[in-house]
Structure formats: C-alpha cells, structure tokens
C-alpha cells in the first residue's frame, strides 16, 4: 500500500481548531496555515506556535513517534501528534486539536499525566527469583538464558512509549474517574510483561485483582484501538492476566485440586499508597 | 527553605538529565547512599535516549567467540581517529559487557540467541557482531529499565524542570536554578556535587535526528562555569536520515538497517560504496558513509529528494518486519513508503556530539571541584568520530562512574550553601526573558542559527565558510541579550523555554565554529576541503576550549592523553590498517 | 481569528466526525433478533431435524438430541437444558462481552465517545457480572457439544444406512467447521493450552504447548469474525432445517 506524495500538487491551506484555555475556561480556536507535503499535526501547531500563537502550549520532544509525550485527541481521536500526517485526515473540514481528557489540564494541550508516575511506582520492578537453575537459566558468566519464544511475548508489551493514549481513551478514567481504583491498561500491561517474565520471582496477581483493579476492565478495547505501537493490549496482556487471577480466584476444578498457580513466586512487598488524580 | 519565596531543595548528589547516563548516574550515587535528586527538562522516561534503536556495544562475545575487549578497544580506537582518551576507550570496552548482563538483571529484555544468550548484531566499524539489542528500539528498553530502577532507589525526580544557571561558591559548584516549566515558578538546588548528564546539541542543525531537548544545555552551563571542553568540532552526521517528507527530514534511519544487509545506490543505480570503501560497503564508519552520500548528490546522483537509496527489499519481508519493526511503521506512516518493497531515501542528519565536558575517565569530575559529567555531555571517549552503539555502552559505564564518583566526593564534604546574588543573578536572567525591554524573538533567531551553522559548519567545510558563519555568530552574539519570550506568562511558555537555549546553543556553536577553523586538518567527522589530508600534529592533539564567555573563548591544542599499557594494542592496529 | 464553542460532556458526546454510532446500532440489532429467534424456536420445539427419506439432518440448537438418544420425552422445551452451554460460551465470551457491553451497556458506546457516568461503576467485579470469569467452565461444556455436532454432521452422511450428500450436508459441516474455529479460539481456551506458562522454553512439554499456543493464537486472532460468522451458520443451518422440515422444500440430496 505503497503511496507518494506529489509535489505538484502542493498542499495548500489548512484549517486547525487547537483547544486554548486552562481548567477553568477554554475553548477551540482556529487557526489558519499554508501546509507542505507530508505534514504532521505536530509541524502544523509547532508552526502556529512560531508564527500566531507564541504561548500556545503543547509537549513534544522527539517529534519521531518514540518518545510518547505528543498525545492529543486529533478529530475527536487520540493520537500522536508526530506520527498523524494532516492529508490522512479529511480535506474539507478543519482539523480539530484537544487535550487528552483523562487527566487534568495544565494549558492548551498540555495536560497533567504525573498519575501515571503514581501509578508505576506501585508496581514492584523486575526481580529475579532467588534461586536459578545454572546452565538452564543462568549461564556461568551470569548472563540470563532465555528463549526467543519468551522475548517475543514480552517484547510486544515493552514496545510501550508511555504515550498513556489507552489511559486517555479507557473509560474507567475517562467516564467514571476510577483512577483511584483501576491501574488502567498501561499498567495492566506492565503487569503482564513482569507476571510473564520466565525469571521473576514476585507474585503479582493479587496486586492485579486488588489495587490494580483488573475485574474494572470490560474489555472494551478501546486501548487497543488508540495504541500507537500496535501492541494487542487487551488480548495479549488483560485477557490473559484475567484468565491467571480466575486461575487463582474462580476457577472450581483448580480449586478442587488445589492447585496454586504462581508457585515459587514470593509475595511483593506492601504497596504504600493508593494512586489518587 | 525558600530564599525570596523560592522553592529550594538540598541534595548530596544532583543529576541533571534523565538519558541513559543520568538515570545510571542517579542508580549509583542513590545506591552509594547519597541523597540523590534527578531534574530534567522533559518528562521521565522521554529523554532522547529512548530513540536509540540499533543496539548497545558490548563484546560479550555471544555471537562472536573470538571477541574480547581488547578487540572492542582497538575498533573504538580506530573509529575515533585515535585521538580518543585511552583510558576512556579502555573502561568502556572493559566494562561494557558487565553493564549489559546488569541491565538484563535489573529487567531489560534482548532478543536471544539459539543458545538462548543476549543475541548481538554487526555494526558499522565493529570487527565482530557486538551490539546487544531488541528490535530496533534498543534506547527505549534501556530507558524503561533504568526508569524503573530509579524509581525504586529513593531518588526524587523533578520533571519538566529547565536548569539555567550553575551556581558556584568560590571556584566550587555547589548547585543550580532553574524554574518548573508547567507553572513557571522558579527553584533552586544546592547538591555538594552535580552531575551533568544533559546530551548533545543536535537542535543547533535544522537537519538532525536529535529531540527536542538536545540544546547543549550542559556544554555552555559547564563552559559558564569555567570547566573545560574538549574536541568541540567533532559532530557526527549520520549518514542516513529521512530526506523526505520536509517535515521529517533528519529523522533516524537506523545503522540497523544496513547491519541487517541494507545495500546503499545512487541514482543511477550504482552500489556507489564500492568506490569508498569496498572492504566495509555498507558498514565503512559513519563519517565515510556520510560523505560518500554527501559527495554522490553533489556530483548529480542523488535521488529525486536530494539522497540516497537505502535499499532492504531483497530482504525477507517478514524478516525486515521483525527485525525493523519501526522503521517499517516509520517509513510507512510518515513517507508512504513500504520498505519491504521499495528503497528508501536518505542523506546525512546531525547526530552526536564526540566532543563535549572534558573529564577524568574514572570518576567523571570536571575541572571544577564538584562539578561531574557523563554521556553525550562529556568528551574525549569517542574521539573523532564515533561507532554506533558505543553511546549506549558509554552512558552506563560512565554514567555509573559519574555516579559513584559524586557521591564520594559528596561523602567527603561538609554542607553548602548558595551565595544569594549567585541566586538573584540567575532570577534576573529569566525575568529579562519574560519582562525584559528587548524585543529579539527565540524562534527565529533559532532558525537564523541553524541556518548559519547549516551553511556554514556542515558536514564539508573551509576557512572562508567558518570564518563567515563565526562572523554571523558574533552578530547574534551582540542580539542575544535582548532576547524576550514573546509572551510573559509563567506556565508552559515555549518561547521563555527557547530564550535560554538559543544562548546555549549560540556558545555551542561558537565551540563547534571556532575547533573546525582551529583544526587543519580532515580527520574523522571533520572535513576540511581546504585540507583534506590528515595532520600528524592534529593527530596528536585535542582541542580544549575554555573561557568566560562567547567573546573570550580560548582554544587550545593539546596532547592526547595516552596510556603506556595500552600502547601494543594501538600500534598493532595501527599496522593492521596499514597493511590492508 | 473564529471561536468555536466547548465540547460538551453528555452521553454520547464526542468530537469524532465518522459514524461511530452505526457499529452499536448493528450489534443491538442482530444480537436481539438471534436471541429472540433462538429462543422462540427452543420454545415452540419443533421442525428441528429433517428426517424425510431417511435423512438425520439435526439443527445445532437442539442437539445432542436428546429425545433420540436417551429417548428423554418431555413436553416442556427441553432444547434449553443443552443450549444454556454454548448461549453460556458465548454470553461470556471475551469477544461478546466486548460488543454487549459496547452496544447495550454504552460503557464506552464507542471509542472517545462519552458513555453513561457510573460512579458507581463496577465493571466485572461485581454479581452477575463477576460470573462472566467462568467463561472457560461454558468452554469445557461447550466442546462436548461441539463433539456432538461433529456426530451430527457426520451421521448425516447416512441415508437409511447409505452414504449420501446433500445441500443439507454441506450447511452442517460449513455450520460445525466455523463453531470449532470459533470455540478453540476461545481466550480462556489460549490461556489453559499454553498461555498460563511464564517458561515457554524451560521443558519439552512447555515447548509443545508454545506450538500449540501459537496456533490457537492464529484462530484467537479472528475471534471476532468467527463469533459472527458461526453465529449466523447456526442461525441459518437452524432456519434451513426448519424450513425443510416443515416442508416448504425439500432439501437436494444424492444417496449412492
Ligand atoms: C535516533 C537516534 C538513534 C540512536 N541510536 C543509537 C544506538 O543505536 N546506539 C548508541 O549507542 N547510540 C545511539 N544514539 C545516540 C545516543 O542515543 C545518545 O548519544 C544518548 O542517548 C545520549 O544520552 P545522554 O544520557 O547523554 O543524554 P540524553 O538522553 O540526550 O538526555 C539528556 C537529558 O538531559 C536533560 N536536560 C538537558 N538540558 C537540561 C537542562 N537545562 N535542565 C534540565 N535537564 C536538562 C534532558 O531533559 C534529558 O533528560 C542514537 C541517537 C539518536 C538520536
Ligand atoms: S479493554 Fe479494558 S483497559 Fe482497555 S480500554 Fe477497555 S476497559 Fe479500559
Ligand atoms: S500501551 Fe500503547 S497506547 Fe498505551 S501508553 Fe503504551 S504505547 Fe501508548
Ligand atoms: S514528539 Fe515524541 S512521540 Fe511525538
């Protein structure tokens, strides 16, 4: 699906609508710009900011689609920034810009993400199990023996740039404001990748039931959809940790056989605080 | 603790940088038991690090038995032209493999070996398959594990926190101001030791592959406060960034792409590095790639955007997809091109800063007692030119050292203070920004900038040139004290954020501008065409910049700092390279 | 310099421009009329196999047939006491879950779209919702039906004893072919064959289930598209048999 941009037919003008205001007042306002082959949203409002509206705020950094801070809701739809090429949106209507919604403006599109932070320091890092098989896990030069198959699994999850578009577009914090309940898909993810690390040696699953709040998700998808790296956040990190805590929690033939899942795994240390907006 | 309503924190040891090299900093000095604060510009785990995409270079020897780190040690020193600091060079190659197997303890996950070990890929101007990776985002793994790491080491973040002044007390740094960027509000440290660990300055080049924050904001507070730099004039173009479309021009084509046997034509269709480098092609080092590309679009082969092809299309499709993972996306999304299928286009972007702090190799301390640097913000390990994946290696190492270096020295001292006109001095300069009568806008004189440098201090340059763009930054020079935000509120202003980084990145400049006409020679990433030989007194000697400010600036050439042991090893390379 | 007014906030509000709405309407739609026929026809009870010239076509919702096979008689619609197992796989079906949740709980109606703030929202953590963590319980029964819908398409073949085939033939294999791809693609299914493992490589064993993930992985892929369509081969194999059954024409067959 290859396409090329062609240079004759220059671009010509555009018209934005960037939301400017703070939490207690705002609007859309539009801005018009000659556009260039190729553009993106962020080179569009970059160059608003130059040339209209020098206080217009917006986070950036690595205007190459990595680092994660660009998110904006384009068109009433999460997106980064950098990566949202302006012919790939409809020509005849202006571009609408927003702040994501889940969390609190700070100005213009900026908005306050340091929930997150919260969030991930409740979650214990990796931490290698206290006795590993040497020549089977670990090789003498203490290097980790593991396979592709595992790395493949996890990778997935690690692509994640913390862009927190899921967090955004995920409805237990956008609708309901349950950041104080659910983790949101972002965490739930960087649960997984730890949880399905061949060598951790920490019990997570009932920190993903209980402050991590998994029974929230209604598997809507909504994450999965917005996910700029593609990563199958539902169906291959939240369904499947679903699917370990009933494991652990319901299902009645493993309870019979009293069979405990996470065997070897010790339990994290007490988490110290809930994760509040 | 506030002096005139400012919010004030005390540290034993304060990073300023969130990269690879400031997050290990942070690791190792919190670890030594020192009181450990981290500021950085952008938020965590968004520093330019994260773009890193080919790989680590450690001669872990999992691919390639023979390696070892004698042989990483030679190849390091024969990228950088050998005017490398060898003891640099030598503690990188050493301790590089260790600082690998760490990360992958602490979380990191690579993609294996059929023996189930970290897997590593060939790399331009590596002897052996060296670089330990995962895909092509090899810097965002590393960011998110050392991310995690320091967030569970007591170190306390302060997040999109611009640092604008080093403070001194006597001929000691002692701290640093700065102001929160979502409010504005200002804030000092006092830290009994200070590690710089803020990257390049790639935003000097409108064409570079470097975010937002590479604005040299280290290398000019360093300078400001008396440390010294060194080997300024050599930055790193990398040969292949996106040419097309203008928007992204000077994004990243990994050196992945041609490790994994990406093939390089010109127009015509010719596989153009035979006539460079027909031992290496493809995987020569990076300033011969770039201006052997730079030289076929001179000479009217180049493709219809002014590059070259990169071509991976003979490749199994679904190999490059696994392998390429993002530059697949990045191609398909921002050029419309399939890379699978068709060649890309591409042509050299700024990239690295060799140059930089000039430190001790062990500890990382400057000149200036309590003053530390690490990563692309210090100098000397990478000589004239730098091998892919030798930056990612040198930020932990050496971040670990700068580290640990800093809380000794923070161990050994009594507690200090901030003298208050330091203080009230750095606040008169952000008010000058916001309130101030001048009327220069930061927007464009940034493009003037980039522009002067672009024309001026490219890949290719000459005395006339350099001596013009130096006449052009003297000009801006005489305006930079009139720069004003062109708004004057507090909270997440860009142009307040900009004001300050124009005057930074104008002292880089001069740095860069000044090294290129001192240095007569052509060797490594510095091509003179007015002498395109190599120099054997340049080869012999680094550049050390000092001064006061961008008037008084003095350069001066000194010996490169050798190393009796390691003698062998040089020379034996040396006659190996003369003999092919 | 225009302004333009605040996005409001309310159900269904969005600044989206397509038609997102035009998913949840679809859903809601063939999801009611599938639930409503299904549950007349296992009322009304009757046309359910076709058995002219010595035929055993049996439709899906009323097997295993369980007045022809242990002869259980009863005048009450005894066809709900086999299809509560796969109406149960599929009401608690990760997939299914996805779309009732989107179209009849708007809990998000869509992407981006304000659903109905709850605060008391509770998602699956709560009764009845908390039973759909039994999905893979539905599962297990659901493969012995599915058993049973092989012997069905199968027994099929056989006219009074002699091999024949027919249109009827080939609605119940197309019928029990895409009811296997939908059940072992089954998440829960996924989880228990392999994905449960945190080694995939550590023991031979492991390294049999990681083949088998993958493949189950492939079908789980496509869950979606094999929840519509098996839904509508059942739906269609059912309306095929009634018709025939109840005469309005005969169902095309060759017996050798
Ligand atoms: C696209 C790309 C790909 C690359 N690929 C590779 C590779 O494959 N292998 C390899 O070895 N190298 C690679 N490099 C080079 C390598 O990534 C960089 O050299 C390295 O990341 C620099 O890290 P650092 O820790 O020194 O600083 P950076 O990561 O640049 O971080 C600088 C930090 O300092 C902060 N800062 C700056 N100024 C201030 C201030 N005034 N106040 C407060 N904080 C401040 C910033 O916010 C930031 O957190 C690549 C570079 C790029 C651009
Ligand atoms: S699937 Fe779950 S986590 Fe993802 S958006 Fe929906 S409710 Fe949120
Ligand atoms: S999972 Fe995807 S959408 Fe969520 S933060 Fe990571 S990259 Fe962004
Ligand atoms: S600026 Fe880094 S992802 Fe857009």
Known sequence: MSETIDLAHAPGPRKLQIWRGDLTSGELVEYELETEPGMVVLDAVLEIQRSQAPDLAVRWNCKAAKCGSCSAEVNGRPRLMCKTRLDHLPADEPITVEPMRAFPLIRDLVTDVSWNYRVNKQITPFTPRESLKPGVEVNEKGEFLIDQADTDRMSEFRKCIECFMCQDVCHILRDHRLHDRYYGPRFMMRMASLDMHPLDGVDRLDQIADEGGIGLCNITKCCTEVCPEGIHITDNAIIPMKERVVDQRHDPLLKLLHRTPNKGRRKPPPRTETPTL | MSEQGIEHHDYDVLILGSGGSGLRAAIAAAEAGARTGLVCKSLLGKAHTVMAEGGLAASLGNVAPEDGWSTHFQDTMFGGKYLNNWRMAELHAKEAPDRARELEHWGAVFDRTPERTMSQRAFGGHTYKRLVHIGDRTGLEMIRTLHDRTVHSNVEVFMETTVTRLIKDGDRVVGCFGYRRQTGELISFSAKALVLATGGSGRIYKITSNSQDCTGDGYALAYEAGAQLVDMEFVQFHPTGMVYPPGVAGLLVTEAVRGEGGILRNANGERFMERYDPKRMELSTRDVVARSIYTEVKEGRGTPHGGAYLDVSHLDSDYVKRKLPSMYDQFLELAGVDITKEPMQVGPTCHYFMGGVKVDPDTGVSRVPGLFATGEASGGMNGANRLGGNSLGDLLVFGRRAGEGAAATANASGPVTLPPEAVADAQAEIEGFLHGSGNENPFHMHRELQKIMGDGVGIFRDEEGLSEAIGKLEELDARVANLRAPSDRLDYNPGLQLCREVKNMLTVSHMIARGALLREESRGAHSRLDHTGYSDYWGEHNIIVEGTSTQEMSLTPTPVVKRDELEALVEARKEAEKAS | ?256
Request: with cysteine; charged share 10%.
């Open chain 3, 1 to 256: 310099m225009t302004t333009v007014a605040t996005p409001p906030r309310r159900l269904g509000a969005t600044m989206r421009r397509d038609r997102w709405w035009v998913q949840p309407v679809l859903v809601v739609t063939s999801l009611t009329l599938f639930g409503v026929y299904t549950i007349i026809h296992a009322i009304v009870s009757n046309y359910y196999a076709i058995t002219a010239g010595g035929a055993h076509l049996q439709s899906p919702m009323f097997s295993p047939d369980l007045p022809g096979i242990i002869q259980f008689h009863t005048s009450l619609p005894w066809a709900f006491l086999v299809l509560w197992a796969p109406l149960g796989l599929r009401s608690t079906c990760y997939y299914y879950r996805k779309s009732y949740y989107r179209s009849f709980f708007l809990a998000p109606p869509s992407c981006a779209v304000a659903g109905a703030a709850r605060r008391k929202y509770t998602g699956e953590t709560k009764f009845p919702l908390v039973l759909n963590n039994m999905h893979r319980v539905f599962f297990y029964f659901a493969v012995i039906v599915i058993g049973f819908l092989w012997y069905d398409a199968i027994r099929g073949l056989f006219y009074h004893g002699s091999f024949g085939i027919g249109v009827g033939n080939a609605i119940m294999f197309v019928n029990v072919f895409c009811l296997s791809a939908f059940t072992f693609g089954c998440n829960s299914w996924r989880h228990l064959i392999g994905g449960k493992l945190n080694c995939f490589s550590c023991t031979p064993a492991a390294q049999t289930r990681h083949n088998a993930w993958k493949r189950v992985s492939i079908l789980n892929g496509r869950h979606m598209q094999w929840a519509w369509i098996s839904m509508f081969t059942v739906w269609g194999t059912d309306l095929y048999i009634w018709l025939v059954s109840s005469g309005a024409f005969s169902d095309p067959h060759h017996v050798f």
